[in-house]
């Protein structure tokens, strides 16, 4: 998958937008985030677009990474709650679910934190 494709498909999911909100520092000018509810779901390099980080069910995190060397720890986020993912090594429907079900534990915190 493409860059092009892969923002299409993280902006067709139901409410979702995007910013570069780190123009401020040097290292991070070029990191697009992928927003739900006002909170991320997706980050990743657009100089570079090998590798996303996502969010992903803590405790199928160990597992995942133990089973698929294409994930590894997230850069500069939790790696209790995050995963990083190198792109051109899985394919696009493995791709395409992994965002969709970081933007669905996303968006359902945020309902939550609502609802309270």
Avoid at 7 to 13: E, F
Wanted: aromatic content about 12%; proline content about 4%; some cysteine.
């Amino acid at each position: 998958m493409d860059i092009e494709a892969f923002r299409d498909y993280c902006l067709s999911l139901p409410g979702a937008t995007e910013k570069m909100p780190f123009q401020a520092f040097n290292g991070a000018r070029s990191v697009l985030v992928f927003y739900v509810g006002g909170k991320m779901f997706c980050l990743l390099d657009i100089d570079r677009f090998d590798t996303i980080t996502i969010k992903h069910p803590a405790e199928c995190i160990d597992e995942l990474k133990a089973t698929n060397p294409a994930v590894h720890d997230p850069f500069n986020l939790s790696n209790k709650y995050w995963i990083g993912v190198q792109v051109h090594e899985v394919d696009d429907a493995t791709l395409r679910e992994w965002v969709r079900q970081s933007y669905e534990l996303v968006r359902d915190g945020s309902k939550k934190r609502v609802r309270k």
